[in-house]
């Protein structure tokens, strides 16, 4: 069998990678060759011969850059993505440092202040049921359908309250020499003229003296609210008055959930964040050292796929030599997950979360560490 075979030297240049991402990198072209001679030693060259050429160590070492730095920023989209959606998409953020803000935050939070009728992005609007005397039920899907309201509604508030106390106060005998203002005579003042108000005291205890009569001997004003229909009390004496009410509709609360912003160049979700590949020469020792190993791993499944094509026996004289391409596959296959496993595990531990919980961690043992230390008393 003719197998091509490492020849034990290698000289990279730009376009031996399939992509070419770091072919013109400076960096990238000296390691090329080195990290050649590091695998193939690796793998038992020169004792054991290698079934490789320079053109699959390039792509390995090209591979595992692109590698690293897809799990560099797929955590740093992990760890940012609240701060990051809506920022343009032309904005490249391999080097941006991300501050946290409260933007998206807000966005979040808007739907809770929709419900309490303090905020949100879907409009509040009115409405009103004229009353009919002796008609104690209205039907809000008639209402809708007279009025051209589609897509469903949601009723918010209904104003059906008895006229406020107060305003019952002013017409009390005890306000009635004064014309109904609880206020008595005025006087000059340097020319101008002013009112003596009775106490705030003797205005808070007539008010809830009416309000109290008016619980025990009137009428009670509520409503009920089922299935679409208003129920109301006490049944409405007289026509055409009318009872109000706010409402949202259900077609603009779930079109409100989405917010087209293709056209403005917006980021909408991770596939459109603009992180790019990584510049070889910016990665420092750590991730180098990664990049090493897992170049590694992929030329040692390629040569196990190469060595499977010759799996049968090789005769030579007084011996016979078998291939272990089941071995080195099987060696590529975890030793890849384990490294995949160990740079996220790493990310992990640098991500915003776990960083202030190891600075939480810090303060709380340095304040243990100074409370058992003694208290110096300074007598000056």
Same mark, same amino acid.
């Given at each position: 069998?003719?197998?091509?075979?490492?020849?034990?030297?290698?000289?990279?240049?730009? %376009?031996?990678?399939?992509?070419?991402?770091?072919?013109?990198?400076?960096?990238?072209?000296?390691?090329?060759?080195?990290?050649?001679?590091?695998?193939?030693?690796?793998?038992?060259?020169?004792?054991?011969?290698?079934?490789?050429?320079?053109?699959?160590?390039?792509?390995?070492?090209?591979?595992?850059?692109?590698?690293?730095?897809?799990?560099?920023?797929?955590?740093?989209?992990? !760890?940012?993505?609240?701060?990051?959606?809506?920022?343009?998409?032309?904005?490249?953020?391999?080097?941006?440092?991300?501050?946290?803000?409260?933007?998206?935050?807000?966005?979040?939070?808007?739907?809770?202040?929709?419900?309490?009728?303090?905020?949100?992005?879907? =409009?509040?609007?009115?409405?009103?049921?004229?009353?009919?005397?002796?008609?104690? !039920?209205?039907?809000?899907?008639?209402?809708? =359908?007279?009025?051209?309201?589609?897509?469903?509604?949601?009723?918010?508030?209904?104003?059906?309250?008895?006229?406020?106390?107060?305003?019952?106060?002013?017409?009390?005998?005890?306000?009635?020499?004064?014309?109904?203002?609880?206020?008595? %005579?005025?006087?000059?003042?340097?020319?101008?003229?002013?009112?003596?108000?009775?106490?705030?005291?003797?205005?808070?205890?007539?008010?809830?003296?009416?309000?109290?009569?008016?619980?025990? @001997?009137?009428?009670?004003?509520?409503?009920?609210?089922?299935?679409?229909?208003?129920?109301?009390?006490?049944?409405?004496?007289?026509?055409?008055?009318?009872?109000?009410?706010?409402?949202?509709?259900?077609?603009?609360?779930?079109?409100?959930?989405?917010?087209? =912003? @293709?056209?403005?160049?917006?980021?909408?979700?991770?596939?459109?964040?603009?992180?790019?590949?990584?510049?070889?020469?910016?990665?420092?020792?750590?991730?180098?050292?990664?990049?090493?190993?897992?170049?590694?791993?992929?030329?040692?499944?390629?040569?196990?796929?190469?060595?499977?094509?010759?799996?049968?026996?090789?005769?030579?004289?007084?011996?016979?030599?078998?291939?272990?391409?089941?071995?080195?596959?099987?060696?590529?296959?975890?030793?890849?997950?384990?490294?995949?496993?160990?740079?996220?595990?790493?990310?992990?531990?640098?991500?915003?979360?776990?960083?202030?919980?190891?600075?939480?961690?810090?303060?709380?043992? =340095?304040?243990?560490?100074?409370?058992?230390?003694?208290?110096?008393?300074?007598? %000056?």
């Amino acid at each position: 069998m003719n197998i091509p075979i490492y020849p034990g030297s290698s000289s990279f240049y730009p %376009g031996a990678t399939p992509f070419g991402f770091y072919d013109n990198d400076y960096q990238f072209q000296i390691d090329a060759d080195k990290v050649t001679t590091f695998v193939a030693r690796r793998l038992g060259y020169p004792i054991m011969e290698v079934e490789l050429q320079d053109l699959n160590f390039y792509t390995a070492f090209e591979e595992a850059i692109t590698t690293y730095g897809n799990e560099l920023y797929a955590f740093q989209t992990r !760890d940012n993505l609240l701060n990051i959606i809506g920022a343009p998409t032309s904005s490249n953020l391999n080097h941006a440092i991300i501050t946290p803000s409260f933007a998206n935050i807000v966005k979040l939070t808007q739907q809770y202040g929709e419900e309490a009728g303090v905020g949100g992005n879907v =409009t509040w609007y009115s409405g009103s049921f004229t009353t009919t005397a002796g008609v104690q !039920d209205y039907d809000f899907n008639l209402w809708a =359908t007279e009025n051209n309201v589609t897509g469903g509604m949601e009723i918010k508030r209904v104003f059906y309250q008895p006229p406020p106390a107060v305003n019952q106060v002013y017409n009390l005998s005890i306000f009635s020499g004064l014309g109904g203002v609880p206020a008595v %005579g005025s006087y000059g003042l340097f020319g101008s003229t002013g009112f003596l108000m009775y106490p705030t005291s003797l205005l808070l205890q007539s008010t809830q003296a009416v309000e109290m009569q008016n619980e025990i @001997s009137l009428a009670n004003y509520s409503f009920e609210l089922i299935n679409n229909k208003l129920r109301i009390f006490p049944i409405p004496p007289y026509s055409d008055n009318y009872i109000w009410f706010q409402y949202i509709s259900l077609e603009e609360r779930a079109n409100s959930a989405i917010n087209n =912003t @293709s056209a403005q160049g917006q980021v909408t979700n991770p596939s459109n964040i603009n992180f790019t590949n990584p510049v070889y020469t910016q990665i420092n020792s750590i991730g180098r050292q990664w990049i090493f190993e897992y170049t590694l791993t992929l030329c040692k499944e390629m040569l196990g796929y190469v060595r499977g094509k010759y799996q049968s026996t090789i005769p030579i004289p007084n011996r016979e030599i078998s291939l272990n391409s089941s071995d080195l596959i099987t060696a590529a296959t975890s030793e890849k997950t384990a490294l995949v496993e160990r740079l996220r595990t790493y990310f992990d531990e640098t991500s915003r979360q776990a960083l202030l919980a190891r600075k939480q961690a810090e303060s709380d043992s =340095t304040m243990n560490e100074l409370g058992k230390s003694p208290m110096v008393i300074y007598i %000056g």
